[in-house]
């Protein structure tokens, strides 16, 4: 069974920067894409960032491209979210989730498990 523990969220000023990990196992010799999605207040969740098993290919909202930068490290099965030049819209909880590869990443992405949240405030 894939668990996901995300980790790093906290509350910044709009403008800074924060290193979100989401820590995976599980994964039992298995290939699994990875994505990072969140949910604000009165929002639906939404995607924001992918990354296929290779970590070759990524794939990213418009709303957070060139500002967000997603990558893995397979060897220590964790998932990244470098996120720069913060604003006031990206206040939200961030959830990491895996899906089997090969995947469809962007919206058509299918989680087959999702971690419990941290939550990134950010204020002006």
């Known amino acids: 069974q894939v668990q996901l523990v995300e980790s790093g969220g906290g509350s910044v000023q709009a403008g800074e920067s924060l290193r979100l990990s989401c820590a995976a196992s599980?994964?039992?010799?298995?290939?699994?894409?990875m994505a990072w999605f969140r949910q604000a207040p009165g929002k639906e969740r939404e995607g924001v960032a992918w990354i296929t098993a290779s970590g070759l290919s990524t794939h990213y909202a418009d709303s957070v491209k060139d500002r967000f930068t997603i990558s893995r490290d397979k060897g220590a099965n964790t998932l990244y979210l470098e996120m720069n030049s913060l604003k006031l819209e990206d206040t939200a909880i961030y959830y990491c989730?895996?899906?089997?590869?090969?995947?469809?990443?962007?919206?058509?992405?299918?989680?087959?498990?999702w971690g419990q949240g941290t939550q990134v405030t950010v204020s002006s």
């Open positions: 989730a895996a899906a089997l590869s090969p995947c469809i990443v962007g919206s058509s992405f299918t989680p087959n498990a």
């Open positions: 599980g994964f039992a010799g298995l290939q699994y894409c």
